[in-house]
């Protein structure tokens, strides 16, 4: 099949395909006129692609464990070297959303604080009139947007 059925095939357009060759996660032979051809394998290799990219794995990480990849979800073998680099990998991404729960906690506690206070204590923006901020020669704007 050719780039364009595999790519209505699997819900992936084009370039992403092209980009996964580049990346040496997919294959594609080279019919006599140039165009990539992939055959029945090819689908289920998109998908597993895709699963593992939406897991948060990169490119790299793909490339070394999609030739153990079995299915569609798909299932990984348990070399302790890549167990290892996923656990860590899991690790950043606990902290990373550890920060973000306590930066949305105090943009909350902020935003509570400012609708308790009232318009009474605080001009609106609107008639705050603040000094402008050039971000582009000719052209101003306000330092709060």
């Known amino acids: 099949m050719r780039i364009g059925e595999l790519g209505r ?4 357009n084009t370039h ?16 006599a006129n140039g165009y990539r051809e992939y055959d029945e394998r090819a689908v289920l290799r998109v998908r597993q ?3 593992l990219l939406g897991a948060g794995l990169s490119s790299e990480d793909i490339a070394y464990v999609l030739p153990c990849a079995v299915g569609e979800a798909p299932q990984l073998p348990g070399c302790p070297e890549w167990l290892a680099a996923m656990r860590s990998r ?10 973000l729960a306590r930066s949305r906690d105090a943009l909350v506690d902020y935003i509570d604080a400012a609708g308790r206070t009232g318009s009474e ?23 709060l947007i």
């Not at 992403?16 to 019919?31: F, K, P, S, T, V």
């Open 49 to 51: 692609i895709r699963h």
């Open 9 to 12: 095939r699997t819900g992936v």
């Open 121 to 143: 204590s605080h001009p609106p923006f609107d008639d705050a009139d603040p000094e402008p901020v050039s971000i582009v020669p000719g052209r101003e704007r306000s330092p």
């Open 90 to 99: 899991l690790q950043r991404l606990d902290e990373q959303m550890e920060r």
């Open 16 to 31: 992403q395909l092209r980009y996964y060759e580049a990346q040496g996660l997919l294959e594609a032979d080279r019919g």
